[in-house]
């Protein structure tokens, strides 16, 4: 084969691969290790040099899903707790296979008028989800670290306004460091979208009260007070390791005090939104000035997918449009588009140019499922998460560190006869082995200096069984560590 033009009479014939193989690789998901390593030897099939000739579509393809079906982690089945990841709706992932079959450009409304459209929808669909003012501006980014470099990039405009510098076209020369407050549960990604915007990973400043990292906030206030109001306040809803989140109406009345700007990161904890149960962990981002979360955990849509809200839609377009090209649109009076709403312009609000139009597989899962969908998925999860802290709490060799609060239940190994200085090596060692075995996925953190298992339950396939599996193998496979 010497020319994809040879192939455009039979262009379908692929896909037909990729089609016949999904109904029983999807089918199977319930009965599959997550990870199987035995398989991973097939994954030289996909190295070796470039060939000088192809072997067409239909054998590559073909290698593409032999190979993968049988050596992926298979993240989208039920029993993937590692990291906070969800999987992907059947009609997530068809609206991921229609992106790709259209290819559409979701820069820019004159690109394609439908993947422009249909984030807008999306946003405003999210901004109802979560109980967002639907005046927020918006974009998709590909992640909640692309998402914070969104909204800290808006209030890194904000801030230097306050100097009176356009940091847009000077930078930031010249400039004292942006003073950026959070408590202990902040997430990397906020340390690395600073990182990115050259503010600096390490200029974030934590205060917490106790090493769990709850919030200090009569600390936070005398430092706001300190720097006059100039600074960035961090709110966290959903810690990692625990579910634990901030105070957000407090920390948004202190904002509003001293005048400063009010970012959050909702990657999951978002949804708490969702279920009266836990709404009012939510209560108080309605007053962010930035808000940001993802969707490739609990919306449950193909990787990647993100989102930032700003209560600002003009300062998006400081921050990231107006380039001055002539062949690009220029923005109009909305800010990002020409003005009537809907045709705007989504590389002038986010960091991206070049944008896959990652909206189509969120617009099929909430058309499809809707708000009571997605609060029924919610509440089951939270129900299983709950059973699971309650299987740990009766178990007389784990034991439970944290309340049960949203989706994460932190826990670790502790078998009798073990002394405590010989936990963290016995439950790291515990999370290697489980890793190994593949059954089920749960990786190790660190949590108020204990190594811990902090497994997330929110793939939409997740029901009581698959975390009572959960318990039995981490059971198993303890006791064969300490005989």
Known sequence: MSDPLDERDVAGEPLAVVAGAAGPYLDGLAGRPVHDRSRDALLDELDGPLPERGDGSVAAVERLVRVGTEAATHSSGPRFFHFVVGGSTPAAMAGDWTTSLLDQGAGMWVLSPLATRAEAVVLRWLKELFGLPASFGGVLTPSATFAHVTGLACARSWW???YGVDVTSRGLAGLPAMPVFSSGLVHVSTRKALQILGCGRDTLRTFARDDAGRVDLAAMNAELARAGGRAVIVANLGDVNTGDSDPIADLADL?????AWLHVDGAFGMFAALSPRTAHLARGV?????????????????YESGFSFVRDQAMMTRAFGAWGASYLPDAGPDGAGDGDGERINYNML???????ARALPIWATLRAYGRDGYRAMVERHLDVSQHLGGLVEAAPDLELL??????????????????????????ARLGEELLADGRVYAGTSTYRGMTVFRPAPLNWRTTRADVELLVDVLRELGARLTP
Do not use: I, M
């Open 160 to 162: 230097a306004d306050r």
């Open 255 to 259: 904002a509003e005090r001293h005048g």
């Open 286 to 302: 309605e007053r962010a000035d930035s808000v940001t979360a993802d969707g490739h955990k609990w919306l449950n849509v193909p």
């Open 350 to 356: 986010g960091p991206e140019s070049s944008r896959r």
């Open 402 to 427: 944290a309340p049960v609060q949203l989706c994460v239940v932190c826990f670790r190994y502790r078998p009798d006869g073990v002394p405590e200085r010989r936990l963290d090596e016995l439950n």
